[in-house]
């Protein structure tokens, strides 16, 4: 098993999908979902960095000729789970800023009706 740079910076950015995970939780910055998805993506890049054989394995299973063809679709399919549910929250953010805006309005008249009266 030889081990390249490209394993050091995979180990290096999986610490810091970890490490970011943690703190925004530590923090209470974000959702505990986020977390989940930080961890898993840390993880395995820590694991692929430390074991960088196994896409072998998995280009068996795919039925793929190299590996390089299996960490390319490994990857495409994290990115679009991460795209997703990235797209999925912005939408949900969205509607509850609109929600906001509405209530602001609201509030806003009222006081301006009582300051009225």
Same mark, same amino acid.
Request: hydrophobic share 55%; glycine share 6%.
């Given at each position: ?7 050091? $910076? ?21 959702? $505990? ?40 679709? $490994? ?14 929250? $912005? ?27």
């Amino acid at each position: 098993m030889a081990y390249t740079l490209v394993n050091l $910076i995979a180990l290096v950015v999986g610490l810091a999908f970890l490490i970011n995970g943690y703190v925004m939780v530590k923090q209470g910055r974000e959702a $505990i979902a986020l977390f989940v998805v930080s961890v898993a993506i840390g993880s395995g890049l820590i694991f692929v960095a430390v074991f960088p054989d196994v896409f072998q394995v998995v280009a068996t299973v795919l039925g793929l000729e190299l590996k390089a063809r299996a960490i390319l679709v $490994i990857s495409n399919l994290t990115l679009f789970v991460v795209a997703t549910y990235l797209f999925n929250r $912005i939408g949900k953010l969205y509607d509850r800023l609109s929600r906001l805006n509405e209530e602001v309005s609201l509030l806003r008249t009222e006081l301006e009706e009582q300051r009225n009266e």
